[in-house]
């Protein structure tokens, strides 16, 4: 049977003596219309998408494959072959571990007491966790210079508190990048805990009490799961972060505490190897979706996220 002949058996909706559509013919003409609606709606999102990530990272790719004799993976090879990078990536991820722990044990009770205090007191909870939002992260590093360093405040309350005897270590070293760092990080970890704990029905909590539980079993058996999905996103919100952040570890860390980051930084300014910069990022990059995959393979990321 030819199409011809196909397409003069099918109603023409234009035609007043065609045969009405069906429903299943109407709902799938408008499902049609809707699809088309939603891509011209998308169409300068998926623009975006494509001219701000897609392509940057098609440009690193090749970059990373670029020597000067030509197309190789030398760049990649490098990576894997010295210890210099072997060191920046443990370095890194040490510290990106160590600063998503810290902001969990210190983010936590903020955002709980954010979470259950009303009106003005949960105001003022919250501004001080927005606040340093409003100053530059360079000023708030400068700031954390002047506080650690040998004669600064820290050391020298300290040592007027008879806690020590000598000033402490604490600049140009992995200790002060962890402070100044954990400073930064500390509000990603904060908001995202408040806002799951906020839906927590105190319901739940006067319930089991009334049961007969104690408090820390209370919170340990009904509290504490039902935050998990907001410890995990402001976790891999801190980790991912950490990852990538550069002023602060610059600052702190006086040159001697080299994450990846200023590792791409000094490939491309000291050596103009554009090459090595992008095979490093990509690697990163890479290690990231790792992760991700990973985290998604025990709990779904839709679920984390709030998306489900």
């Known amino acids: 049977m030819s199409n011809a002949y196909l397409a003069k058996s099918l109603p023409d909706s234009s035609d007043p003596l065609a045969p009405p559509l069906t429903s299943e013919h109407a709902l799938a003409r408008e499902e049609r219309k809707e699809n088309t609606s ?9 623009v975006m998408v494509v001219v701000l990530l897609i392509m940057p990272l098609c440009w690193l790719a090749f970059q990373s494959v670029q020597t000067e004799e030509g197309f190789s993976l030398a760049n990649y090879a490098r990576i894997f072959q010295e ?18 722990i810290l902001s969990i044990f210190m983010g936590f009770p903020i955002a709980y007491a954010a979470s259950r205090l009303h009106g003005f007191w949960a105001n003022l909870v919250l501004i001080c966790v927005i606040l340093p939002f409003w100053t530059s992260v360079l000023v708030r590093s400068y700031a954390w210079l002047v506080l650690l360093q040998r004669r600064g405040l820290v050391n020298q309350t300290l040592i007027d508190l008879g806690i020590i005897d000598q000033p402490l ?5 992995t200790t002060g990048t962890v402070i100044g760092t954990l400073h930064v990080m500390l509000p990603f970890m904060v908001l995202p805990l408040y806002s ?11 319930a089991s009490e009334s049961l007969g539980a104690k408090p820390f079993y209370t ?13 995990m996103a402001g976790s891999i919100l801190v980790f991912v972060i950490c990852l990538g952040f550069f002023i602060t570890p610059e600052l702190l860390g006086g040159g001697r505490t080299i994450l990846v980051s200023m590792l791409v930084q000094r490939n491309v ?18 290690v990231v979706f790792l992760i991700f995959w990973g985290i998604n393979r025990f709990i779904p990321i839709e679920r984390i996220l709030g998306a489900r």
């Open 169 to 173: 270590n604490l600049m140009h070293n």
């Open 83 to 100: 210890t210099i990078y072997w060191d920046t990536f443990a370095l890194t991820f040490k510290i990106s571990f160590m600063v998503t």
């Open 196 to 206: 799951v704990m906020k839906k927590i029905p105190q319901d739940l909590m006067q």
């Open 219 to 231: 919170f340990r058996r009904v509290f504490l799961p039902m935050a998990a999905p907001g410890i």
């Open 269 to 286: 300014e000291l050596y103009h190897a554009w090459g090595a910069a992008s095979a490093v990022g990509l690697v990163l990059l890479f």
């Open 38 to 46: 939603m891509l011209l709606l998308l169409t300068p999102a998926l």
